[in-house]
């Protein structure tokens, strides 16, 4: 099991460009594929990313096609979420998350959590 740190968030205008950053520890790191996650106030955690264990494959939301960009370095146990023309609709709790399959979107196939990071969009 891997060990996840979130970093990166806070609050920015409409617009605005964020990156996200996710630093793992504990077991090997390329052994899991890795998502993101996010959960507004009220609502249900939902999928926003997600990238295979190499970094050859990603896929994302529908709501954030274009938009977000996961990417990985294995060297470094690391995984980022670039976030571009943001919006008010994007804030949220973001969490990292890893899987031991790859290609998945459902929050219960995801093993390990980190703790979150605020990122507030005011428009």
């Known amino acids: 099991q891997v060990q996840l740190v979130e970093s990166g968030g806070g609050p920015v205008q409409a617009g605005d460009s964020l990156r996200l950053s996710c630093a793992a520890s504990?077991?090997?790191?390329?052994?899991?594929?890795m998502g993101w996650f996010r959960q507004a106030p009220g609502l249900e955690r939902e999928f926003v990313a997600g990238?295979?264990?190499?970094?050859?494959?990603?896929y994302y939301a529908d709501s954030v096609k274009g938009r977000f960009t996961i990417s990985r370095d294995n060297a470094k146990n690391t995984v980022n979420l670039q976030m571009n023309s943001l919006k008010p609709e994007d804030t949220a709790v973001y969490y990292c998350?890893?899987?031991?399959?790859?290609?998945?979107?459902?929050?219960?196939?995801?093993?390990?959590w980190g703790q979150g990071t605020q990122v507030t969009v005011s428009s």
């Open positions: 998350a890893s899987a031991l399959q790859e290609s998945v979107r459902r929050a219960d196939e995801y093993i390990g």
């Open positions: 504990g077991r090997t790191f390329s052994a899991y594929a």
């Open positions: 990238i295979s264990r190499s970094g050859r494959v990603t």
